[in-house]
């Protein structure tokens, strides 16, 4: 059982936010997790098993003010959504933004329905990414600020998500029409913990989207960026520095020496 007050607080809206099952509530709910929750992978550089259980995830992200990948934030979100009473699907994705050939499947995507149809929710991304969620609607373009999306159809791929990057469309994510349950992604989400293939398991990777931007840490190197513009960048940060800047920015409490 999800405490309702518990997830609007973590996120950052009103307590007595009202549960309507419309676009509007699902834009609330997305933009605020992503701008409160941040994107990170510190308990696998910790080797702690990660667990996908809705009971250890909201313990983990809402009372222990804790972030995660895709696999834990989306989780908990879908949890959370059902609760409340919409239908959520969860699909089982490919991450294809910079790949040269088709990867393993690799991500978690949310469909869910609403009165003005069905929306693709996303809070597990920690690079540039959707504030809001977009409508599944084949050939649609949908604007976000400085960003631009479209779905469109594919034989092999099914459901792809394309994202305009330096004035040319380049695909970002795809799934196909298969639903997915909870238990199928504990391997994927094993294999990102423990395989050498894995880019989850080598360095610090924290990540949260903010009202102009966002603000990232890739191992040793802290950036802020609004919209696609670079404004601040340390790099070389020290132990001390990180574990500063987990707090100040994040809000998450960790020392890099424990992933050592």
Avoid at 64 to 79: I, K, S
Avoid at 152 to 163: A, F, I, S, Y
Avoid at 174 to 192: G, K, R, V
Avoid at 232 to 246: G, K, V, W
């Amino acid at each position: 059982m999800i405490d309702k007050k518990a997830y609007f607080r973590r996120i950052g809206l009103p307590e007595d936010t009202p549960v309507t099952f419309n676009e509007d509530f699902l834009r609330k709910v997305q933009y605020h997790q992503v701008i409160s929750v941040p994107y990170e992978n510190l308990d696998i550089l910790d080797h702690r098993p990660l667990s996908l259980e809705i009971s250890d995830l909201y313990e983990k992200i809402v009372l222990n003010h804790r972030g995660g990948y895709c696999f834990e934030v989306n989780a908990l979100l879908a949890a959370f959504l059902t609760e409340l009473g919409f239908k959520v699907t969860s699909y089982f994705a490919r991450y294809l933004r910079g790949e040269t050939s088709i990867p393993v499947r690799r991500h978690r995507v949310l469909a869910v329905e609403t009165e003005e149809g069905t929306y693709v929710c996303d809070v597990g991304i920690g690079q540039t990414a959707p504030r809001f969620p977009l409508i599944l609607k084949e050939g649609f373009v949908q604007p976000q600020g400085s960003e631009t999306y479209k779905f469109e159809r594919d034989p092999q791929l099914g459901w792809v998500l394309w994202e305009v990057y330096h004035g040319e469309w380049r695909k970002y994510f795809s799934f196909t029409d298969d639903a997915a349950l909870d238990i199928d992604f504990i391997q994927p989400s094993f294999y990102c913990e423990m395989h050498p293939a894995s880019p989850f398991n080598k360095t610090v990777m924290v990540a949260i989207k903010t009202p102009e931007g966002r603000k990232a840490i890739n191992d040793r190197e802290y950036k802020e960026f609004r919209g696609d513009e670079l404004v601040c960048i340390e790099e070389n940060c020290s132990d001390e520095r990180i574990t500063q800047i987990l707090a100040e920015h994040f809000g998450v409490k960790w020392s890099p020496a424990l992933g050592k």
